[in-house]
């Protein structure tokens, strides 16, 4: 079954976020929204255009579903503070860039990319993968990729928590967001990988977050996560015991929205 069904042409999304949680994007970044989303899948790359209903040099370009659009709105959201509207995905290939690939070889697809839609990209991966594009150069790409402790670092805490103030709010609803999986396992397997795939994420999240207000804002999105049976229960569980002892060394009163968390980042060491 493929996950991918005929987008509906329509207005934009409706930003849901209360003003205050909306973070403050700074000049550059407003004057610069993406050209297109790219998600690696397990048969090759999507491109998600955002201006267009195909991309030079595509294999082919094919409709975007209601979910798929939900899928991308949080990054989006995280990232650019306003809703923008997907209208179409494109299927494509790049040498060096399939489901093995290394990071730097996943970081020239990426480049490759900025060269075809003249302008940056940003990317949510499948396998939970998050990687920020704000320019054109290499050293301007955040890249959380699998479990390279080295890549964290770039993408900071304020961005963060953002991201997972995103999430939350998202995981709010009845429906929330999903990383689909492949297209060949049976619904078992793939209830498993998006688990797998949010568990992974999270994971990488708290190696940003080990203190103060984002390590609770990540412990509260395990929970939410839970809730949904949307978390790997053994990486949940391992998590789960570090945050409530992180959070009793240092307790807070309460979580601050991300326009207060510069107030308890003191806490941290």
Not at 103 to 126: D, H, K, T, Y
Request: hydrophobic share 45%; aromatic share 4%.
């Amino acid at each position: 079954m493929r996950h991918f069904t005929q987008a509906r042409h329509g207005a934009p999304w409706q930003a849901t976020t209360p003003e205050k949680t909306v973070p403050k994007m700074s000049a550059r970044n407003a004057a610069s929204p993406p050209s297109a989303i790219l998600i690696r899948s397990f048969g090759g790359l999507r491109v998600y255009d955002l201006k267009a209903n195909r991309v030079e040099g595509a294999c082919r370009t094919i409709g975007l579903g209601a979910r798929q659009r939900q899928l991308l709105r949080w990054l989006l959201l995280a990232r650019w503070g306003a809703p923008l509207e997907v209208t179409a995905v494109a299927d494509a290939m790049w040498p060096g860039a399939d489901g093995a690939a290394a990071a730097s070889n996943f970081a020239s697809a990426i480049r490759r990319l900025r060269v075809l839609l003249g302008g940056p990209a940003s990317i949510l991966i499948e396998d939970g993968t998050v990687a920020l594009d704000h320019g054109c150069c290499g050293s301007d790409l955040d890249l959380l990729h699998g479990d390279m402790a080295e890549s964290l670092a770039a993408f900071g805490r304020e961005r963060a928590e953002q991201l997972v103030w995103r999430l939350l709010e998202d995981l709010a609803g009845d429906n929330p967001v999903l990383l689909a999986p492949p297209d060949n396992q049976d619904m078992a397997e793939r209830i498993a990988a998006v688990g797998l795939a949010w568990s992974r994420l999270v994971m990488r999240l708290s190696q940003v977050l080990q203190c103060g207000p984002g390590a609770r804002l990540v412990m509260q999105l395990c929970e939410r996560l839970e809730r949904h049976r949307m978390a790997d229960p053994q990486l949940m569980a391992q998590w789960q015991s570090m945050a409530r002892r992180l959070d009793a060394e240092r307790p807070q009163t309460a979580i601050p929205f991300p326009h207060e968390t510069h107030k308890a980042r003191a806490h941290c060491p």
